[in-house]
């Protein structure tokens, strides 16, 4: 699979940056920041490391982001192979690269911590595909506790 986020952390777009395997899924969102899409996923694996992975499914498939789930193909065929595994490991996986998608773009469409200012071109692709969806309610599911802050970029 591809990976998710060829935006550069860098200013630079000339910086080269190792591809992450923990974050790698559809080439539709490669807009999205690498380094965005590893702050999601940790988010989410810290919160599922406290409360478990068996909610995740449900989670996404009960919520809003069902919608976004149906509206890509990828990301419906993931969320059915993962649905269908008997392997418990590989289909958290899968969830979890699903949530960290959805994640990242809710953070990028709604310009949560200054993440759409910091990449204005990736928030528009982020808007198109979510369209006139409502916001996923990210507070509600993780809290006030979202440690998104981008890092700070040298001048």
């Not at 006139?132 to 981008?150: I, M, N, S, V």
Request: glycine residues 6%.
């Amino acid at each position: 699979m591809p990976p998710i986020g060829d935006a550069h952390t860098q200013a630079s777009r000339d910086t080269p940056q190792k591809a992450d395997p923990a974050t790698t899924l559809s080439a539709s969102f490669r807009f999205i920041p690498r380094e965005l899409a590893t702050k999601c996923r940790r988010l989410i694996e810290s919160y599922h490391a406290i409360y478990g992975y068996v909610g995740l499914p449900d989670m996404l498939w009960l919520s809003d982001a069902r919608d976004i789930i149906e509206r890509d193909r990828e990301l419906t065929r993931i969320f059915k192979r993962a649905a269908r595994s008997r392997a418990a490991k590989r289909a958290n996986h899968s969830f979890l690269h699903i949530a960290t998608t959805i994640v990242s773009l809710e953070v990028l469409a709604r310009d949560f911590s200054g993440w759409g200012k910091r990449f204005p071109a990736a928030k528009g692709e982020a808007e198109k595909i979510l369209g006139r969806l409502p916001q996923l309610r990210l507070r509600r599911e993780f809290g006030d506790t979202l440690a998104f802050y981008p890092t700070e970029t040298p001048t």
